[in-house]
């Protein structure tokens, strides 16, 4: 866990860090951790239905994602979401503790980064750092400096939602 400090210390990426009890779910987010500034954010890690392209999908919290237009928006058929082994596979991480962070991990490139139009606006977001038991808030400014020094371009679109 320490490896994502040194890695936003070392590209020069502020942060606020805010500890808290283990959070699974945005539910257990709204519950358990004080307010924060920043947009509150959801990570769904996808594939296709053959396993073979991946997919970091951050939204706004609320935000309940519709795969099979996001496919069709994506030219992409049949998405799901990927597999516990997948998500340890690609991004090293732990169910519960997705985000967009994770793809320091990804050094294959083989995880693609999409990001919702809505976070794209806001000032800043809060994002696990690797880890369900803490939550850093990062500028839009310096997630963008993160994305950069991983080697990944973020997809912004509107990301279409379940009615």
């Not at 040194?6 to 009890?21: A, F, K, N, S, V």
């Not at 296709?48 to 795969?67: A, C, W």
């Not at 991480?93 to 990001?115: C, F, H, S, Y």
Request: charged residues 30%; hydrophobic residues 40%.
């Amino acid at each position: 866990m320490m490896q994502i400090y040194d890695y936003l210390d070392t590209h020069g990426i502020d942060y606020e860090r805010h500890e808290h009890p283990p959070v699974f779910t945005c539910e257990d987010v709204n519950r358990l951790v004080p307010a924060l500034p920043g947009q509150k954010t959801k990570n769904l890690f996808i594939c296709d239905n053959k396993g073979k392209q991946h997919f970091l999908v951050t939204v706004p919290d609320e935000k309940s994602v519709d795969l099979k237009s996001f496919g069709e928006a994506l030219t992409v058929k049949k998405l799901r979401f990927a597999s516990a082994d997948r998500l340890k596979k690609h991004l090293d991480l732990e169910p519960g503790a997705v985000t967009i962070l994770g793809v320091m991990n990804d050094d294959a490139q083989q995880v693609r980064v999409v990001v919702d139009k809505a976070i794209w606006e806001a000032d800043a977001l809060q994002c696990h750092p690797l880890v369900n038991t803490a939550t850093l808030v990062i500028s839009l400014d310096n997630v963008r400096r993160f994305l950069k020094a991983t080697g990944h371009e973020a997809k912004v679109m509107d990301v279409p939602a379940r009615d």
